[in-house]
C-alpha cells in the first residue's frame, strides 16, 4: 500500500490541524495505521494508531486529549486531528501502516513496513 499524508502547516499555540493519510495501491482493510512524528534532533516517536477493522485507538501521553485519530473507510483515509497545539509538537509527521500488529507493536515504528513521504507541522508560540 502507498501512503500520501498532508495537512501540515505553521499555526499558533493553541490553534488546530488536520492532518490526513491517504491510501493507494489497495484499501487500508486488515492494516493499523500509524502516526508517528520526529523532531529536529531528536528519534522518531509513535503519535497515535487506529486498527482499521474495528476502529480501536490508541495515543501517546503527549498528545492524549488533544490528538484524534479516525478513520473514513470509504475514502481510505485515516485522519490526525490536532487540537491544542504546543511548539513542543513541532516536528515532521508520517503515517505509517502495516497488518497483522499485536498491541505489543503498535507503538514501534520498526514495526510498520509502510510509510508516507512526512508532512511538517510547524507550531509557533
Known amino acids: 500500500v502507498q501512503l500520501q499524508a498532508s495537512g501540515g502547516g505553521l499555526v499558533q499555540a493553541g490553534g488546530s490541524l488536520r492532518l490526513s493519510c491517504a491510501a493507494s495501491?489497495?484499501?487500508?482493510?486488515?492494516?493499523?495505521v500509524g502516526w508517528f512524528r520526529q523532531a529536529p534532533g531528536k528519534e522518531r516517536e509513535f503519535v497515535a494508531a487506529?486498527?482499521?477493522?474495528?476502529?480501536?485507538?490508541y495515543s501517546a501521553d503527549s498528545v492524549k486529549g488533544r490528538f484524534t485519530i479516525s478513520r473514513d473507510n470509504a475514502k481510505n483515509t485515516v485522519y490526525l486531528q490536532m487540537n491544542t497545539l504546543k511548539p513542543e509538537d513541532t516536528a515532521v509527521y508520517y503515517c505509517?501502516?502495516?497488518?497483522?500488529?499485536?498491541?505489543?507493536?503498535?507503538?514501534?515504528?520498526?514495526?510498520?513496513?509502510?510509510w508516507g513521504q512526512g508532512t511538517l507541522v510547524t507550531v509557533s508560540s
Open positions: 505509517a501502516a502495516s497488518r497483522s500488529l499485536i498491541i505489543s507493536q503498535i507503538g514501534a515504528n520498526g514495526a510498520y513496513n509502510n
Open positions: 495501491g489497495r484499501t487500508f482493510s486488515g492494516y493499523t
Open positions: 487506529i486498527r482499521i477493522n474495528g476502529g480501536h485507538t
